[in-house]
């Protein structure tokens, strides 16, 4: 996902000010979750050495960009916001001021070096699995510039980082990632993941559980797993044998005060019969799977290498559902790999229509440096991967709408967050990921409660709080 997320903040209204005698460090993060819990793990090792977050690069003296490099557009958006950067850094420098810039993530992975050559107002280059050693590249980088660390070390760049909840236990918020699982050994054709974030490393179970554990007592009722392949989670448990994902579940599950688990990006492939009962079992893993498959051609799957047909897609989607029936599905779609052709799309089309997606994100095909999809025959012009995008897009916003709507009149779980769009309205999530409007008391924030789904809007559901509904009706029987 290419789109920018901006770093969070504890106090967003610190941002504009420079405390005097304070360094002060400011992460932009751009792509996936991943990202951006890294980006906070950055904050928070130089929240260690002294340094403190704000909002804007205008009050930093350090400037970290967390960079994605899935897509070409991903990566090409970094030397932009440089060229912004250097102007400032120029004109701090006029005022007597030093800043250090830093490219970070899967960006600096790929490219190391050449980031240094081809923008020399970068001062550091660190890969995702150094960030542990921040503090000494930026010591290093103060007194020479073009510092690059991009090695793949040995440890495990978990047990160097400050845990999530160690870092910052106040205004964490209700929903929290939380980070199991890095890297990948797929190797799908199209994609730099093997490449940028390295081979799959599980955080071990101990860790996790005392992190969620940390985040409940600071308020968290929900976590996210993250991983880019986190359904192949095999960390080592606290009796030395290895755990799935599922048995981590089990157990997470159980942890105080945590109401919801929720996982992402699976490959079909790890789809186990042990997680799919997960499903049926655990009712605080909530009925929502984002599970990838691409495409609905076989003949491109194979040439992805995905080592799935579209017929186990098909398979593991009724497991599921049979395991847990109001399960909703997303996924991820490339349109125009090298070689599609009009029968594949509409396969992949038919595949959307048998399955009907809540949600799926999309993307034209991007040829990156170094995978092996790059050199294959049979690139396809950009208008036919546009008119793909648009037919593919407007099928999956329909079935969206669809889901949305069959959800009006319905009493869904609303974990409540914090205040909504209007005065007077709290917003929270649905069990199925969309947030929810409902006019509700601020106290009810970080509890769970039954709502009516009274109408939708795009990206959004409206409602009312049943209990109040029962109320009122009571008042008016009365
Ligand atoms: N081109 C287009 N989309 C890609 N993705 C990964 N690599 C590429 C690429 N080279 C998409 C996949 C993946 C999502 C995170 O990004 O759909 O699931
Ligand atoms: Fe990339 Fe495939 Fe690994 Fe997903 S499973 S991160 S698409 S190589």
């Known amino acids: 996902m290419s789109e920018t997320i901006p770093s969070p ?58 960079t994605c490099h899935i897509r ?22 006029a005022q007597g001021r030093q800043v250090l810039i830093g490219v970070a993530g899967c960006v600096a992975q790929a490219e190391g070096e050449e980031i240094v050559r081809r923008a020399r107002t970068v001062d550091l280059v660190v890969g995702p699995q150094s960030y542990h050693r921040l503090p000494d590249l930026v010591a290093r980088a103060g007194v020479t510039p073009g510092v690059v660390d991009t090695e793949f070390p040995v440890e495990d760049k978990f047990r160097h980082l400050p845990d ?5 236990t106040r205004a964490r918020g209700i929903s929290a990632f939380v980070t199991v699982q890095e890297g990948c050994d797929k190797f799908c054709t199209f994609c730099v993941v093997p490449y940028t974030r390295g081979a799959e490393v599980s955080r071990p179970v101990g860790q996790v559980i005392a992190e969620v554990e940390k985040l409940a007592l600071a ?63 655990l009712p605080a893993l909530m009925p929502y ?48 790999f090298p070689g599609e052709t009009d029968a594949d799309f509409a396969d992949t089309m038919d595949l959307i229509r048998q399955v009907g997606f809540a949600a799926a994100y999309s993307f034209k095909y991007s040829a990156r440096p170094g995978t092996p999809a790059a050199g294959i025959e049979g690139h396809l012009p950009e208008t036919v991967m546009t008119e793909r995008l648009h037919a593919l897009q407007a099928l999956v916003t329909a079935q969206q709408r669809a889901f949305q709507d069959s959800l009006v009149g319905q009493v869904i779980d609303v974990l409540f967050e914090k205040p909504g769009r209007n005065p007077g309205q709290m917003v929270g999530r649905s069990p199925y990921l969309s947030p929810v ?26 409602g009312v709080l049943e209990h109040a509904l029962h109320m009122n009706a009571v008042q008016a029987a009365e």
């Open 72 to 93: 070409e557009k991903a990566a090409e958006k970094v030397y932009s916001e440089l060229g912004r950067m250097r102007a400032l850094k120029e004109e701090a420098k």
């Open 289 to 336: 799977l984002h599970l990838p498959v691409q495409s609905g051609s076989d003949r491109v799957l194979a040439a992805m290498n995905r080592r799935h047909t579209r017929d186990d897609y098909f398979r593991i989607v009724d497991k599921v559902r049979a395991a847990r029936s109001d399960v909703v599905l997303s996924s991820d779609f490339i349109v125009g």
């Open 437 to 462: 409007q409902v006019i509700a008391p601020s106290s009810l924030a970080g509890t769970i409660a039954a709502v009516r789904i009274i109408g939708t809007q795009t990206n959004s559901l409206n």
């Open 219 to 281: 308020g968290v009722r929900e976590v996210s797993l993250l991983g880019q392949n986190v359904n192949a989670y095999h960390g080592e448990g606290p009796d030395g044998t290895e755990w799935s994902l599922p048995r981590l579940l089990r157990r997470l599950a159980e942890v105080p005060g945590i109401a919801r688990l929720r996982y992402t990006t699976s490959h079909p492939r790890e789809m186990t019969e042990d997680l799919i009962a997960a499903h049926r079992d």
């Open 9 to 66: 903040v504890d106090d967003m209204t610190e941002g504009a000010v420079r405390p005097a005698g304070q360094k002060t460090v400011f992460v932009k993060s751009y792509g996936c979750q991943m990202n951006v819990y890294d980006s906070q793990r950055m904050a928070d090792v130089m929240g260690a050495e002294g340094y403190r977050e704000v909002a804007t690069p205008e009050a930093a003296d350090l400037i970290l960009l967390n």
């Open 164 to 168: 999530a909840a160690q870092a910052r």
